[in-house]
């Protein structure tokens, strides 16, 4: 495709997503077009593959005595059906709010018609330059301040010792994450260059490796690891408190509303997207478990029909977009991708708390962070406070992207 140049660049996946968040409307349309059009060439055998992990995963349910893929997906962590079907049913009950931001969006970027391709680009340019990374850790430690003396001493002596490998080098890979093993500390790998993003991967990351920190100091080897369901949950309880804190110290217009898009975002990508996506693989594996239409054409339309549903009639559903259901991997790891979901409902919920009621709320909740995987993720979230057997969380979510949403109206 041609960039904002004019020049002729390569795409592939991790560019298209780049280009996606261009200011120029024609070259995000290029590179949505140039994203799926290898798909829809390859949808016959793209589809079989599809339908062969469908097949796959109703034929392990059936011979394990398990009366759904989703039932089998869920009881290793002894997670209640009705918690998924507690998210999905909230979520697609709670659409309004979702529909008034693509008004919204559309209003901002002054478009006669929304299209799938606009979706991913800011609505305010970043207004934050060139942050150092010395700047970037004071500013970490300011605004986790809320969760204890105690975790911010070990996050700062974590900095100090050596944890992070932090700068992009040559031959060092892309992206970061956090990592170790039992008897050392974590270890955090990250490619920081100097901006608002870098610093939120810090404070993720962050989250990731106090949890691993808390929970192999406490824990014996065996109990020590934790599963996804509560792994988003540090991590994304770091930033909610990062962005509420840098939010609560914000007064500047252009700098408030870049953050509270930014929250409307992480809620869209996070809490309604991941949603979805769990909404078509119930429906996907439903269908096959029934004699369905799980064909190429018959997901196409379903991935059609719960795109019109979660973002409503503002946005025009794009035909390369029925393709989408091909490029997420993590389908072929069933049952997998709501716990996204279900990890920022529980985090949101445990930051409020945190900023709430304060010291009781954060000793509860560097308790869960020691308990590792000694207990079954849903009695461990509610030994710090939260019930995720109810539809509550999910619907503190929903009341803060409401709110935000309120604050971003008035504001304009």
Known sequence: IRDEKGDKVEMSEERAVSYLRSPKRQVRKAAFESLYKPYAAMKNTLGATFDGMLKSSKFYAECRKYESPLAEALDANNIPLSVYDSLVDTLENNLAPMYRYMELRKRI??????????????????????????????????????????????VRAGLDEGWADIFPNRGKRSGAYSWGAYGTHPYIF???????????????????????????????????????????????????????????????????????????????????????????????????????????????????????????????????????WARIPH???????????????????????????????????????????????????????????TPEPVKAVVKQFEETLDEMEELL
């Open 109 to 154: 970027l002054k478009v006669k018609e929304l299209h799938m391709y606009d979706l991913y680009v800011p609505l305010v340019a970043d207004p934050y330059k060139e942050i150092a990374w010395s700047d970037a850790k004071e500013m970490m430690y300011r605004y986790l301040a809320p969760l204890g003396g105690e975790y911010l001493a070990n």
């Open 190 to 324: 990250m490619n920081y260059t100097n901006n608002l993003n870098d610093v939120m991967t810090l404070v993720h990351e962050m989250g990731h490796s106090m949890h691993s920190f808390y929970s192999r100091r406490s824990q014996p080897y065996a109990t020590a690891d934790y599963c996804i369901f509560t792994a988003e949950v540090a991590s994304t309880t770091n930033e909610v408190l990062f962005l509420s804190g840098l939010l609560s110290e914000t007064e500047k217009k252009k700098r408030r509303l870049y953050l509270l898009n930014r929250r409307l975002e992480n809620i869209r990508t996070t809490v309604y997207r991941q949603t979805m996506f769990a909404s078509f693989e119930r429906e996907a594996h439903l269908r096959a478990a029934n004699g369905g239409d799980t064909t190429p054409d018959g997901l196409k339309e379903l991935w059609y029909e719960l795109n019109r549903k979660y973002y409503g009639e503002t946005v025009v559903i794009d035909e390369p977009l029925k393709m989408e």
């Open 331 to 389: 389908f072929y790891s069933p049952f997998y991708v709501y716990q996204y979901a279900t990890g920022f409902s529980a985090a949101t919920a445990l930051a409020q708390a945190v900023l709430a009621e304060g010291a009781p709320a954060t000793e509860r909740y560097l308790n869960f962070l020691t308990k590792g995987g000694s207990d079954y993720p849903i009695e461990l979230l509610k030994g710090a406070g939260v019930d995720m057997n």
